[in-house]
C-alpha cells in the first residue's frame, strides 16, 4: 500500500502569506470565508507506514514533522524520515533542508542541477557538512527508475523523475543557464503493487510528455498554483503571468483542467496553491467547477492510501 499524508499544500508563502492582504488571505485571517490555512508544500509517502520520504522540504518542516506523529523519532536520536525527494530548487522546497541540522545523516535526492543550485556557492548549507556523510545525495537521471532504501534495504518504492517544462530557482536566475534537470516530477511506484503515484507539484505546461507521465498513475497530484493567467496583475499583487513563473493555470481553455481531462487517475488533486487563487475558497465556483471534473483541492491533513 502506498501511503500519502499531505503535509502543506500551499505555494511559496503560503495561505495566509505574511504581506499579502487579498480577499482570500485577509478573508482567513478574519474567517470571513469558507477556506483553511495553509502551509507550504510538502508531501510524506512510504510503503510501510514505519519508514516515510518527504517530497520537497518546506519552511514549516518542522511543524510538518510535530504535527504528523508517523515521523517522530523512537528513540533518543531518531527519525522515521529516510529520504528526502526534491522536485527543484525553488526555496519553498528546499529551505527546511537547513532545519535539519541537528547532527542527523540526511539522504537527498535530486537531480545533478537541483543539488548544485543548491550546495554551490551556499555557505549555510556547510551547516550540513559538519561531518562526514551527514548529506548523502542520491543523483536522479532523467528517465531512470531508482529504488528508494531505508537503512540500506529496499523501501518497497522507487522513483523516476520525468523533465517538465519549469524554471530555475529565482534566486539562480541569471547564474545558471536552463536546463531540463531544473525542475521535475515524480513518478513513485510502489514494487510489490505496482501502484503509482505521479508527483508534479510544477508543471510550466501540459506537454505530450507530462500528458504521457500521469498515465497509469493511480493517483496524481498536479501544479494548482493559479487559477488563471492574469491572477496577480488582476488582483494589483504582482505584474507576472502563471506562465511567466513556469505554472499553467488550472482554469481556461488552455489552463490543466481542460488539458488533462483524458487523465485517468482514480485520485486527481490540485496542490502548491497560491493564496491568491479562488480554488482555496470552499464555495467558489471555480471550485465546484474542479470538483464536478473530478479533482481534488489539497489541504494539510489530507491522508490517501492507494
Ligand atoms: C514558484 O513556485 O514559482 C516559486 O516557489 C517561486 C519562488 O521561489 O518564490
Ligand atoms: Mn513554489
Ligand atoms: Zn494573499
Known amino acids: 500500500m502506498v501511503l500519502i499524508r499531505v503535509l502543506g499544500s500551499a505555494a511559496g508563502g503560503g495561505f495566509p502569506q505574511w504581506n499579502c492582504g ?48 508517523p515521523l517522530h ?18 526555496l519553498d522546497h528546499c529551505l527546511g533542508l537547513l532545519s535539519l541540522r541537528e547532527s542527523y545523516p540526511l539522504v537527498l535526492y535530486a537531480t545533478e542541477r537541483v543539488r548544485r543550485g543548491f550546495t554551490e556557492g551556499n555557505v549555510l548549507y556547510r551547516t550540513l557538512e559538519r561531518f562526514p556523510e551527514q548529506v548523502t545525495w542520491r543523483t536522479l537521471k532523467l528517465g531512470r527508475e531508482e529504488e528508494m532504501t531505508a537503512g540500506g534495504r529496499p523501501s518497497g518504492l522507487s522513483i523516476e523523475a520525468v523533465a517538465v517544462p519549469g ?23 510502489e514494487s510489490a503493487t505496482g501502484r503509482a503515484l505521479a508527483y508534479f507539484s510544477a508543471v510550466g505546461a501540459v506537454t505530450p510528455s ?40 488550472v482554469g481556461g481553455e488552455k489552463g490543466s483542467l481542460a488539458l ?33 471534473c473530478g479533482w481534488e483541492v489539497a489541504y494539510d491533513g489530507m491522508e490517501i492510501a492507494l
Open 167 to 189: 524554471k530555475r530557482a529565482l534566486h539562480l536566475e541569471g547564474l545558471v543557464t536552463p536546463d531540463p534537470e531544473d525542475n521535475v516530477g515524480f513518478r513513485i511506484r
Open 260 to 292: 488533462l481531462a483524458g487523465v485517468g487517475a482514480p485520485r486527481r488533486i490540485y496542490i502548491h496553491l497560491n493564496n491568491t487563487n479562488p480554488l482555496l475558497r470552499e464555495d467558489s465556483p471555480e471550485r465546484a467547477r474542479v470538483e464536478t
Open 73 to 90: 523519532p523512537r528513540k533518543p536520536r531518531d527519525s522515521p524520515l529516510e529520504g528526502i525527494l526534491l522536485t527543484n530548487g525553488d
Open 210 to 249: 507530462v500528458c504521457q507521465a500521469l498515465e497509469g498513475a493511480d493517483c496524481v497530484f498536479f501544479d494548482g498554483t493559479f487559477w488563471s493567467s492574469d491572477e496577480l496583475p488582476a488582483l494589483g499583487v504582482g505584474t507576472k503571468r502563471a506562465e511567466d513563473m513556469a505554472h499553467v493555470p
Open 22 to 69: 487579498c480577499l482570500n488571505c485577509q478573508g482567513v485571517r478574519e474567517g470571513t470565508i469558507r477556506a483553511v490555512a495553509r502551509t507550504q508544500e510538502s508531501v510524506s509517502v512510504s510503503a510501510d507506514g514505519k519508514t516515510w520520504f518527504l517530497l520537497n522540504a518546506s519552511p514549516e518542516i518542522r511543524q510538518h514533522i510535530e504535527g504528523f506523529p
